[in-house]
């Protein structure tokens, strides 16, 4: 049995796909296994990934008859998995340089109460340009994982990284991603396996995580998919005994989130009635009109961090 399971779901990924595999093949940390799904691509895709698979008995390709879509297709590709740890490598990211795995690896062996490693991330455009980078910590421990967790709500932000900045392990994960979240199912993920061990952050940019306009969550995250995800995911865990969020806060953190929906109006971005649909999720529009010169008083005046 290999240790690690290198998880690479793909859809549409022709342009990337080569840069992806390449980088895990270039790894000094040779103890893995690399698991591409394809979600039924209409392009090239998956015969690019046919002749790596040819060549490369490490790599165990499979094509779903229909399309699964993002959450569906990280869940197969965790069913297929055989290794003690798990490494997600979204189709259009990469390992940065050949010694990125065997960090991630050490980090999880050296420490047996971490249930999750994360690290910072270089920030790259479709021509594989930098244009920026994001650590979110400083390198070490953080226990517990629940104050990452109260953390990342607060300001509500991923301040762990996507898919492809994290490894952890296959026996803490068998519930597999939640199909009722579409935007921040890796963030409820990481919630999640959290909730029962402590964070690892190596602040070191392992991984290149690209932004492009083509990938399906920087849709998600300038339209209205992303809005649906906020109050889910603050139901979900606002509640925990670990949170201890008042009223006040929790009511404070969605209307920032109003405030958000108001500008993607603003600029044109979306209809009058999408915004107010957003808004009403959580409150009344007329509450939320009421609460806005509170909440810039608070924002302006207390300066309170998160609201920023």
């Not at 690690?4 to 270039?26: A, G």
């Not at 008995?57 to 699964?68: A, C, G, Q, R, V």
């Not at 690209?210 to 399906?216: K, L, N, P, V, Y």
Request: hydrophobic fraction near 35%; aromatic fraction near 14%; proline fraction near 3%.
């Amino acid at each position: 049995m290999k240790n690690v399971s290198i998880c690479i779901p793909s859809y549409n990924s022709e342009k990337y796909i080569n840069q992806t595999i390449d980088s895990v093949l270039c790894q000094l940390y040779k103890n893995y296994e690399i698991i591409i799904v394809d979600d039924k691509s209409s392009d090239n895709t998956r015969e690019i990934i046919s002749n790596y698979a040819i060549e490369n008995k490490s790599i165990k390709f499979y094509t779903n008859d229909s399309n699964l879509g993002i959450v569906g297709n990280f869940n197969k590709c965790l069913s297929l998995c055989k290794g003690k740890y798990i490494k997600y490598l979204l189709a259009d990211d990469l390992f940065l340089t050949p010694d990125c795995l065997g960090r991630f690896v050490d980090a999880l062996e050296s420490h047996p109460n971490v249930s999750l490693v994360s690290s910072g991330r270089q920030l790259i455009d479709s021509q594989s340009n930098v244009i920026g980078e994001a650590v979110s910590y400083a390198e070490g421990v953080y226990s517990p994982g629940k104050e990452i967790i109260k953390d990342c709500l607060l300001y509500f932000k991923n301040k762990i990284g996507e898919p492809t900045s994290v490894i952890f392990r296959r026996d803490a994960l068998k519930r597999g991603f939640k199909d009722n979240y579409r935007q921040v199912l890796d963030l409820e993920m990481w919630f999640h396996l959290l909730e029962n061990g402590d964070l690892y952050y190596i602040k070191d940019k392992l991984v290149g995580f690209r932004i492009h306009e083509e990938q399906t969550t920087q849709k998600n995250k300038n339209g209205l998919v992303y809005f649906s995800d906020v109050p889910l995911l603050l139901n979900d865990y606002c509640h925990k005994p670990y949170i201890r969020f008042g009223r006040l806060i929790k009511t404070l953190i969605l209307i920032k989130f109003g405030e958000k929906a108001f500008k993607l109006y603003k600029n044109g971005r979306i209809n009058f009635y999408d915004m107010k649909r957003i808004i009403n999720h959580d409150f009344s529009f007329f509450t939320f009109i009421m609460l806005r010169p509170f909440y810039k008083f608070v924002k302006n005046i207390l300066r309170l961090k998160f609201l920023r």
